[in-house]
């Protein structure tokens, strides 16, 4: 809200305590789960962090990247594995993401250990082409 007072935000929050705190600090909620939103939705910028159980860090990434306009960017918290398992879904997201130039920034080990968890975890970055 500081950086950008104008913006206008698109929120979704599967966690009902998460989301519950994120309305009492005056957000609106669109939803709860990203992956069942609207896809002819369009967005400027995507900054997610989203589970990482059974892939879904994968499905949310590439669906948050169909939605953008294009010169978006997305920016994603996403499991290490997701570069580097060797399953199809896994190797094809690979293959994906290198085509679209995409950028890995290793994450500290135990990044989110304020919030509770020791997950390792990377932030992935793709911009869509103007």
Do not use: C
Not at 14 to 19: G, H, I, K, S, T
Not at 29 to 57: C, K, T, V, Y
């Amino acid at each position: 809200r500081e950086n950008a007072p104008d913006a206008t935000l698109t929120i979704f929050e599967p966690n009902e305590p998460l989301r519950e705190i994120l309305e009492l600090k005056g957000y609106q909620i669109a939803g709860e789960e990203f992956l069942r939103s609207d896809p002819r939705q369009r967005f400027d910028r995507i900054i997610m962090n989203p589970p990482f159980e059974h892939g879904q860090d994968i499905d949310h990434v590439r669906l948050g990247f169909s939605m953008l306009r294009a010169g978006g960017r997305l920016v994603s918290v996403m499991s290490p594995t997701s570069l580097t398992r060797q399953d199809r879904r896994a190797r094809d997201f690979q293959l994906w993401f290198a085509g679209l130039h995409g950028e890995k920034l290793d994450l500290p080990p135990k990044s989110f250990r304020e919030s509770g968890t020791d997950v390792s975890a990377i932030i992935v970055i793709l911009q869509r082409k103007q």
